[in-house]
Structure formats: C-alpha cells, structure tokens
C-alpha cells in the first residue's frame, strides 16, 4: 500500500513552486535529512541563507514546507518541514487549463532532470567512493507489453515495494546508512 503521507498535487501553483531547481533541492534535503533551519539548509545546499530563506518562503506559500516551531530553541530560530513526504501528480489533471498544463510538464522535466542529474553525479564520483559501495548501486530497463492497467498494477506493487523499504525500522547494527536514490520510470514507448 502506498504512504498515506503521500500528497496528489492537482494546483499548479504547488507544481509552479517545486518546478525550481533550488526548491526540488532544498525539499529534498528536508526528506533525507528531516526539519532543519535555514542555516543548515543552506550549509547542505552550499547556497547563501537569504537565497534558502526565500526559497522555503516560496514552497511555504504552496503548502509544500511548513515551519516547525516546536523545534526551535529561541524566538530567532526557525525550523522547517516537509508538509508530506512525497508528491505525485497527473499531467491529465491540467489537461482543461492549457497554463497550468504548461506547468505540469515544466515540473515533470525538472523532476526528470533532477533523477538523471543525481545519475550522474553518482557515477562521476572518484573510483574510491564508488569502490565502498561495490556492486550494491545498479540500473536496469526491461521492455514490457503492458495495458494502462497492467502499468498501474505494477506501479503499485513497485511503490508498496520502496515504501516498506521507507518505512521500515533501521537496525541498531553500527552500519553505516547513507541516503540512496532510487527512480524508477514506466512509460509506454518505442525502441
């Protein structure tokens, strides 16, 4: 079964405000690492605080981030967090208003870069890096014959798959854990 802290996006607005670079960024820091100040924000995203703070403004204003008072240790610190862990949308779900359409798809190539940019990144990393990891990082493709619904199924069991992985409780074993990236796309196409 899929999260339940998992939010369909159906307001351009929301699509609008992650459709930045920065802001994919910074939400993604917030997932791997949970709420942080802008401080750290900006020290994990090597950018200036003003920069960050705007950013997080931005995304507040879309109901994506949210500030997290409870954390804060005085009245100057300010603490954000993620308002759900992940996003999905539907570019048919713009489909009636040609703007926000535009939109949708500017968000799902932004999205696509971002997975293709972390691909990379990984495999130009120093020969040493990639030796601790050994064979564990992978990429694999299969063509399949499918229907809509068939893809919708197997969507569904792939997502049940990395949200038990999610989800599960971390072993008190001493490994070291390092955040991993994971994307998986099924789309119809031809070879």
Do not use: C
């Given at each position: 079964?899929e999260?339940p802290?998992?939010?369909?996006i159906?307001?351009s607005?929301?699509?609008?405000?992650?459709?930045?670079?920065?802001r994919?960024?910074?939400?993604?820091?917030l997932k791997v690492?949970g709420?942080s100040?802008?401080?750290l924000?900006?020290?994990?995203?090597d950018?200036?605080?003003?920069n960050?703070?705007?950013h997080?403004?931005?995304l507040?204003?879309?109901d994506?981030v949210?500030?997290?008072?409870?954390?804060?240790?005085?009245?100057?610190?300010r603490?954000?967090?993620?308002v759900?862990r992940?996003?999905r949308?539907s570019?048919?779900?713009?489909d009636?208003?040609?703007?926000?359409?535009?939109?949708?798809?500017?968000?799902?190539?932004?999205?696509?870069?971002?997975?293709v940019a972390?691909?990379?990144a990984?495999?130009?990393?120093d020969e040493a890096?990639q030796?601790t990891?050994?064979?564990a990082?992978?990429?694999?493709d299969?063509?399949?014959?499918?229907?809509?619904?068939?893809?919708?199924e197997?969507?569904?069991?792939?997502?049940e798959v990395?949200?038990?992985?999610?989800?599960?409780d971390?072993p008190?074993?001493d490994?070291?854990r390092?955040?991993v990236?994971?994307?998986?796309?099924?789309?119809?196409?031809?070879?």
């Amino acid at each position: 079964m899929e999260s339940p802290d998992v939010r369909q996006i159906t307001d351009s607005r929301a699509l609008a405000a992650m459709a930045h670079p920065l802001r994919r960024r910074l939400m993604d820091v917030l997932k791997v690492h949970g709420p942080s100040t802008v401080g750290l924000l900006a020290e994990r995203t090597d950018q200036a605080p003003a920069n960050v703070s705007h950013h997080l403004k931005v995304l507040a204003a879309a109901d994506l981030v949210t500030e997290a008072p409870e954390l804060a240790r005085d009245r100057r610190e300010r603490w954000w967090r993620l308002v759900s862990r992940g996003l999905r949308w539907s570019n048919a779900d713009f489909d009636v208003d040609p703007a926000a359409r535009v939109v949708a798809d500017a968000a799902t190539s932004l999205n696509l870069d971002r997975h293709v940019a972390l691909a990379r990144a990984w495999h130009a990393t120093d020969e040493a890096s990639q030796a601790t990891w050994e064979d564990a990082p992978f990429s694999t493709d299969r063509w399949l014959h499918l229907t809509p619904g068939e893809l919708a199924e197997l969507s569904h069991e792939l997502n049940e798959v990395l949200t038990r992985w999610a989800d599960r409780d971390l072993p008190d074993d001493d490994a070291e854990r390092r955040p991993v990236f994971l994307f998986i796309h099924g789309v119809p196409a031809r070879p």
